[in-house]
Every structure is written in structure tokens, then in C-alpha cells.
């Protein structure tokens, strides 16, 4: 096996399993490029490619068209949104992914982002750091009604942690029928139930429509408290700002923002007056030792067997006989 395989994803191998090894035993030949997928940065790895791990930036039909040996894009993570997935296929480049590699270690963030804003650690820590010892009362989160908005396999993960912990859990997707929500220890609910209701929202879903909105915000329970560890389109940040500083809403915590994605200007939740009720954290959900290892493991077996003219094990664009 012979080729250069690009690498654009910023953790990739940096876990506890040398996985440039691994790909450099099989014969290739590991480049590193730009995590931006900058195309001009790009082109001449991307000219001799024949592989490429890519990261969560978009992975276009220029950039397809810059590599006439590309046979595979592994992307590393669940999500294809970035990646053209019609133009892949005209080209003929297998297109695989990696899920479930990092629906634990998301799960878990999830969880310490809502006990974090509900006992005020940040706030604390940085309170305790100026010498000023005094004491904010906080919230249990055991006896909360906790919603999840969204039930795949990260959604379930912390159901079943909320759950665990003493909430009463409700679920929506509407691509999950009510008896998976049940036999995973969850209540179906609408998103109008959950909105009026939930003192603890977490949001799971895909992206691509904005959910916690100005009439979310005028109608949720001001004791609300919003985690959004998924796609930072789900929500307004203009509004649950005005929120926040209103008293509708208790809190809000993000493992991305709009400026994540290239928004043209700074979040209005980065303001110096919402420290103590805004918490963000740098897209870290998946950036666990163990996460990072099983999500490069995946991403190089779709690499191996494509390239050995296998099928891989999970394809989003399989394309027969691919490129040769």
C-alpha cells in the first residue's frame, strides 16, 4: 500500500495510540494540513493524496477537484455536514465516518457544564482567585425536570447520566419513536413541553434550524438553565443574552459558539456582566484521551480498508469500486 493520506484534524494521534505509526507501517505516507482546510494551504498534499482524515471544517468540491487521486475522505467525528457529500460521490471518493467514538466523552461534558452553572464553580473559583471568600447559593441538580433535545447516541448518554443522578428526564426526536424514548428510561415530550416546563435543558440535535429562539426565551421557566454541547445554529445568542440579562433565563453553557463557524463578530454571551450565567468551553466535548483514540482508530480503519478495496465499516458515501 502506497499513497500520502492528509491529516487536517487538529487532535488526530494525540491520544495515547500513535496512529501516524500505524498508517506509516501500512505503507503511507502521513501529512499534516492546514485544520482551516484552507485550499490554497492544501492543494499540493491534496495533489498527491490519496486519503484524507479530515477535521470539521468543509471539505468542498474544489477541494475534491485539487485531489485526482483522492479515493477516500475518513471524517474524523460523526458529523458530515462540512463535507459535500453529492459532490464526493460524483468523484467517486468514499466518505466515511466515525460514530459513537466520542458519544461518551460529549455526555460527560454535558453534564459537568450543568453542574458547573448550577453550583457557580467558574464563578467561585474566580471569586475565590480575587480574595473574596464569599457565598453564592447554587441549585441541585438531583429533583430537576431535565429535558434532552435530541435522542441519538449522545442525546441517550445523558439521559441516562440525568437520570442517574435523580432527575426526571424528558426527551424529544422526532426521529426516535416513544417507546425507545421509554425503554431508555426517558419521558417523550414535545419541544412546547419541554420549553414550558424543564428547569435543565441539554440540546443534542443535528443543527440546521434554531430552536431556543425569542419565543423559546419569553415562554421557558426563568429558572431555566440551557446547555448546548451540539451545533451553535441551535440557538440565538442575541436573545438569550437579552435573556440572561433580564432574569428569563438562569443560565446558558456552550462547547461552541456562531464564531466557531465564522461569525463576523464576537458573541454577545462573551460579555464581562454574564460571567457569572454564561459558561463556554472551546469545542472540547470530544477531547478526551479516550475519545481521541477510538475516533483516529475508526477514521484509520476507513482509510485501510478503501484503499485494500475493502467496504468499510462505516461509510456515509460508499461509492462502488471508487476511484482506482
Known amino acids: 500500500m502506497t499513497g500520502t493520506v492528509v491529516v487536517t484534524s487538529r487532535s488526530f494521534s494525540s491520544g495515547t495510540v500513535d496512529l501516524v505509526a500505524r498508517l506509516e507501517g501500512a505503507g503511507l505516507t502521513v501529512v499534516r494540513g492546514s485544520t482551516t482546510h484552507d485550499l490554497e494551504e492544501l492543494r499540493p498534499a491534496l495533489g498527491r493524496a490519496v486519503a484524507w482524515i479530515a477535521g470539521t471544517a468543509p471539505v468542498t468540491d474544489a477541494h475534491l477537484a485539487a485531489a485526482p487521486a483522492l479515493r477516500v475522505v475518513a471524517r474524523y467525528g460523526v458529523g458530515v455536514d462540512a463535507v459535500d457529500l453529492d459532490a464526493a460521490a460524483r468523484a467517486g471518493?468514499?466518505?466515511?465516518?466515525?460514530?459513537?467514538?466520542?458519544?461518551?466523552?460529549?455526555?460527560?461534558l454535558a453534564v459537568a457544564l450543568l453542574f458547573a452553572l448550577l453550583?457557580?464553580?467558574?464563578?467561585?473559583?474566580?471569586?475565590?482567585?480575587?480574595g473574596d471568600w464569599s457565598v453564592s447559593r447554587g441549585r441541585q441538580l438531583a429533583g430537576s425536570v431535565a429535558?434532552?433535545?435530541?435522542?441519538?447516541?449522545?442525546?441517550?448518554?445523558?439521559?441516562?447520566?440525568?437520570s442517574a443522578l435523580g432527575c426526571e428526564v424528558l426527551a424529544y426526536d422526532p426521529y426516535t419513536p416513544d417507546d425507545d424514548v421509554l425503554a431508555a428510561g426517558a419521558r417523550p415530550a414535545t419541544l412546547e413541553e419541554i420549553?414550558?416546563?424543564?428547569?435543565?435543558?441539554?440540546?443534542?440535535?443535528?443543527?440546521?434550524?434554531?430552536?431556543?429562539?425569542?419565543?423559546?426565551?419569553?415562554?421557558?421557566?426563568a429558572d431555566q438553565v440551557l446547555v448546548n454541547t451540539a451545533r451553535a445554529d441551535l440557538v440565538d445568542e442575541p436573545a438569550v443574552a437579552r435573556a440572561l440579562r433580564e432574569g428569563r433565563l438562569a443560565g446558558f453553557a456552550a462547547d461552541t459558539l456562531a464564531a466557531e463557524a465564522g461569525a463576523d463578530s464576537a458573541s454577545p454571551l462573551l460579555a464581562d456582566d454574564l460571567a457569572d450565567r454564561v459558561l463556554v468551553t472551546p469545542h472540547l466535548g470530544a477531547q478526551t484521551r479516550e475519545a481521541v483514540d477510538i475516533m483516529g482508530a475508526l477514521a484509520v480503519?476507513?482509510?485501510l480498508a478503501v484503499l485494500a478495496g475493502r467496504p468499510p465499516a462505516h461509510p456515509v458515501v460508499p461509492v462502488p469500486g471508487g476511484r482506482a
Open 147 to 162: 429535558a434532552v433535545v435530541g435522542f441519538g447516541r449522545i442525546g441517550r448518554g445523558a439521559a441516562r447520566r440525568l
Open 119 to 130: 453550583r457557580g464553580v467558574p464563578d467561585g473559583d474566580r471569586r475565590v482567585r480575587r
Open 93 to 108: 471518493v468514499v466518505v466515511t465516518n466515525t460514530p459513537g467514538a466520542n458519544s461518551e466523552a460529549v455526555a460527560e
Open 195 to 221: 420549553r414550558d416546563t424543564a428547569t435543565v435543558v441539554s440540546l443534542h440535535a443535528p443543527g440546521g434550524a434554531t430552536l431556543v429562539d425569542e419565543a423559546w426565551l419569553a415562554a421557558c421557566p
Open 301 to 303: 480503519d476507513g482509510v
